[in-house]
């Protein structure tokens, strides 16, 4: 099955400066690169997703690079803000919404943005 | 709803007991995952229903879980006789279908004591 790992665990970083996060995939069949953002107590809220076909995507300050050959994908957040605290996860799937298999996810990264 | 909704938000229950998590999918969706999330860990897929039918339940850890989803709407996870490994927060989403995102639910958090 699919394998997903995700690094760094925990990323401190001050406020206005960019955040990378960086996973890496096993299953040459997957397709579809979403990445979570969770806070406390809450379920996972999506903030952008990737499909195979495309390299790179960009919302507003976070972009997404997809690099199938060496299947790593990698989230930057630039200009970071106190509300971008939370923990992130990467995911991978065969298709959007899971498909067959459902997500699988790596464990997390906690980051921090300093004042 | 306006979002995927889970009751209850906790539930406490002793070793060996039933209990039941609820999900409620956003109208419309006729895909439904259940995931399980422990303590500084991602989520890991339980089952997939498309519609009534469980499409994949290969993620049940064991024979004690089971999930329905009798009407292709409200889904029911059930497990039976709890053991304090299966503490964690189950979470639920839906989709519309196979080629559009996935929304979560806030979860229920189970505690087995």
């Known amino acids: 099955g699919e394998n997903v790992e995700q690094h760094p665990s925990t990323l401190s970083v001050q406020e206005g400066d960019s955040a990378v996060i960086k996973c890496t995939y096993s299953d040459s069949a997957s397709n579809y690169f979403p990445w979570y953002k969770q806070e406390l107590g809450k379920g996972p809220q999506l903030i952008i997703d990737i499909r195979s076909n495309v390299g790179e995507k960009k919302d507003q300050r976070i972009a997404v690079t997809l690099n199938k050959t060496a299947k790593h994908f990698s989230l930057h957040i630039t200009e970071t803000q106190p509300e971008d605290s939370a923990v992130y996860f990467c995911?991978?799937?065969?298709?959007?919404?899971?498909?067959?298999?459902?997500?699988?996810f790596g464990k997390g990264t906690h980051l921090i943005i300093q004042p | 709803g306006a979002g995927v909704s889970q009751t209850p938000s906790n539930k406490v229950t002793e070793k060996g007991k039933y209990v039941e998590l609820r999900c409620d999918p956003i109208?419309?969706?006729?895909?439904l995952y259940w995931y399980r999330q422990s303590l500084g860990q991602g989520p890991e897929f339980l089952i997939y229903?498309?519609?009534?039918?469980?499409?994949?339940d290969s993620g049940l850890p064991n024979d004690r879980f089971f999930a329905v989803r009798p009407e292709g709407s409200v889904s029911t996870l059930k497990i039976q006789r709890t053991e304090r490994g299966d503490s964690a927060v189950y979470l639920c989403?839906?989709?519309?279908?196979?080629?559009?995102?996935?929304?979560f639910g806030q979860g229920t958090r189970l505690t087995v004591v």
């Open positions: 995911a991978a799937s065969k298709g959007a919404g899971g498909g067959a298999d459902g997500l699988t």
């Open positions: 229903f498309q519609g009534t039918g469980a499409a994949d």
């Open positions: 109208s419309g969706h006729t895909a």
């Open positions: 989403a839906s989709s519309a279908g196979m080629n559009t995102e996935a929304f």
